[in-house]
C-alpha cells in the first residue's frame, strides 16, 4: 500500500532562519512527487511536481528535491508569509493505473515569526 | 480567470438532512476529485469522475453521492447516512494527461 509521511508535524522558525520539511514514500513505480501549501481555511495551492530523482525545482525563497525514498522542501531565509501547512503527495498506483488518485501526507505546519 | 469554484463557503447540516456541495471548473479538465479534510489527517478521497457520466467510489465513499452531466460541474451530496460529516470539503480537477491536481477553495460542513 501507498504511504506518504512527513516530517516534522510542526515547525517553528524565525525569520530568517533556513530549514528543511521531509516528506518520504512508498510507492512502486513513481509517477511524480507533488507539494502543495495550504493557508487555513483555504484549498491546497500547487507548488511542484517532481518526476525522477536528482530533480529539483525551485520558487522564490522554496526549493524541492527528489530521491528515491524521500523529497525535501528546503525554506530558505523564511519570512512570516511563509506560514502554511505544507502537503505532499503521491500518485496512488493501482495496477499501473492511478486514475489521478493522489495519497497525502498529514502535512508539516509552518510558523514563522518575525 | 480559469479555475475552480466551490460553494457555499460554509454549510450548515440538520441531523436527517441531504446537502449538496457545488464544484465547477472552466479549466477544461476532464477529472474531477472530491476530498475530505479532518484536523490531523491528510486528504482522503471521497469520489472522483474521470469523463462525464462516469464516476468511481474512492476511499471513504459511504454516505456520500457524485453526479457528472456536465464537464464542468461535479455536484456532492453528503446524505443522512453519513454520521459523521463534520469536515472540510476539496474539490479538484486534473488534465487526462497530467498527474497534478488543482484545488478549490472548499466548503466547511458543520452539523447543527
Known amino acids: 500500500e501507498d504511504q506518504v509521511t512527513q516530517s516534522p508535524e510542526a515547525l517553528r522558525l524565525q525569520e530568517g532562519e533556513s530549514s528543511s520539511l521531509n516528506c518520504s514514500y512508498t510507492?512502486?513505480?513513481?509517477?511524480?512527487l507533488f507539494w502543495y501549501r495550504q493557508d487555513p481555511g483555504k484549498g491546497p495551492e500547487f507548488l511542484f511536481t517532481l518526476y525522477s530523482a536528482g530533480e529539483e525545482k525551485e520558487k522564490e525563497r522554496l526549493k524541492a528535491t527528489l530521491t528515491k525514498k524521500e523529497s525535501f522542501l528546503h525554506i530558505t531565509a523564511p519570512k512570516p508569509e511563509d506560514s502554511a501547512t505544507y502537503l505532499c503527495?503521491?500518485?496512488?498506483?493501482?495496477?499501473?493505473?492511478?486514475?489521478?488518485?493522489?495519497?497525502f501526507g498529514q502535512g508539516t505546519i509552518l510558523t514563522v515569526h518575525p | 480567470d480559469g479555475g475552480i469554484t466551490q460553494s457555499p463557503k460554509y454549510l450548515f447540516r440538520k441531523e436527517g438532512q441531504n446537502v449538496t456541495l457545488s464544484c465547477e471548473q472552466n479549466?477544461?479538465?476532464?477529472?474531477m476529485y472530491w476530498y475530505r479534510q479532518d484536523p490531523g489527517q491528510g486528504l482522503r478521497l471521497i469520489y472522483y469522475?474521470?469523463?462525464?457520466?462516469?464516476?468511481q467510489k474512492g476511499d471513504i465513499a459511504e454516505g456520500y453521492s457524485v453526479s457528472r452531466e456536465k464537464k464542468e460541474s461535479f455536484p456532492l451530496t453528503v446524505t443522512s447516512a453519513q454520521k459523521n460529516p463534520t469536515a472540510f470539503y476539496l474539490c479538484a480537477s486534473r488534465e487526462t494527461a497530467r498527474e497534478t491536481q488543482y484545488f478549490g477553495p472548499g466548503t466547511r460542513l458543520l452539523v447543527l
Open positions: 469522475s474521470q469523463i462525464v457520466n462516469d464516476f
Open positions: 503527495a503521491v500518485p496512488a498506483n493501482a495496477g499501473g493505473t492511478s486514475y489521478g488518485k493522489l495519497t
Open positions: 510507492v512502486s513505480g513513481l509517477r511524480g
Open positions: 479549466l477544461n479538465h476532464d477529472a
